[in-house]
């Protein structure tokens, strides 16, 4: 099979090498690395792999790579000091950045073939990646209005859970439902362009370590991941202002149709008992007639 991936290398003091290494038997060629980048799709993962191999064999102290496909971006140790930066391609696909940081000024002539090698490892590994991760955000986002939908929110919520649990994080989960969907005649495709204007409008309220996620016809799920202490109630109370007062269509403001159930993590409920109390709370909201935010307690 032809060797097509090809990586461009230039050092952090504006060096620049030629770097297309040839894959060949050698003995600072660790067949090893090629193995294990082969168990694991996920991108986190295969660049933390990459980077132990790499720093035990070279005095790495930091990686980062960021890509243009769906934005990718991941850093690892400390990314300071002298750099060696690899633009990475795989059958003329451009990949991305990679960013290697290194424990002294410059390496060796040596030195760079052999990292040259080991970088080319990564290339087809990483490529499989990228097309992995592309394909599985795919399935986890409403292809008509782009809201992330119910298969993510298992995932973001065990992140968050570990988060809040062995670090200094509250989290908190809200369910929102709105009933400007029964109220009004608008079509299918209508609907779903307000569906994707009103999340847009949560979005705004939030901040971007926060998630939203449609969650049935006419309600959304909310993830809140702050430093603990952060005011929830005001965070709510404010989200739910603004819903009020937004104009979406036809100068038709939401008004009195929103309702909001709220639950914070105590250190002790898993992530479905978590929607369940957003859920108890959201149905209290509506039987007192709406317009408010309900807490679990």
């Given at each position: 099979m032809p060797d097509n991936g090809h990586l461009c290398l230039a050092t952090s003091s504006k060096q620049h090498v030629d770097a297309l290494a040839e894959f060949g038997a050698d003995s600072f060629f660790n067949r090893r690395i090629m193995t294990i980048l082969q168990t694991s799709l996920?991108?986190?993962e295969l660049l933390s792999l990459f980077y132990k191999e790499v720093s035990d064999k070279i005095g790495i102290h930091g990686l980062a790579f960021s890509s243009l496909f769906n934005c990718h971006a991941f850093s690892t140790g400390r990314c300071e000091g002298h750099s060696y930066c690899y633009w990475l391609k795989a059958n003329d696909q451009d990949l991305g950045e990679l960013q290697l940081f290194i424990d002294k000024?410059?390496?060796?002539s040596i030195e760079i073939i052999h990292l040259?090698?080991?970088?080319k490892t990564l290339i087809f590994p990483l490529r499989n990646s990228l097309q992995y991760t592309s394909i599985l955000h795919m399935s986890y986002v409403d292809p008509i209005t782009g809201i992330t939908n119910h298969?993510?929110?298992?995932?973001v919520l065990r992140k968050a859970l570990h988060d809040a649990t062995y670090g200094d994080s509250c989290l908190?989960?809200?369910v929102l439902r709105?009933?400007?969907f029964c109220c009004t005649n608008l079509g299918a495709f209508q609907s779903e362009q307000l569906r994707a204007r009103i999340s847009r409008e949560i979005e705004y309220k939030l901040t971007s370590s926060d998630y939203v996620f449609r969650y049935g016809s006419d309600q959304f799920l909310g993830v809140i991941n702050r430093e603990s202490g952060a005011n929830i109630s005001?965070?709510?109370?404010e989200l739910l202002k603004h819903l009020r007062n937004a104009v979406f269509f036809d100068e038709h403001s939401i008004g009195n149709d929103v309702s909001i159930g709220v639950a914070t993590y105590t250190g002790k409920e898993a992530t479905r008992d978590?929607?369940?109390?957003?859920k108890t709370s959201l149905n209290s909201a509506i039987k007192y007639g709406g317009n408010q935010v309900v807490f679990y307690s």
């Open positions: 996920n991108l986190k000024n410059a390496l060796s040259n090698k080991l970088v298969l993510y929110i298992e995932e908190t989960v809200f709105l009933n400007i005001s965070i709510s109370q978590l929607i369940k109390q957003a």
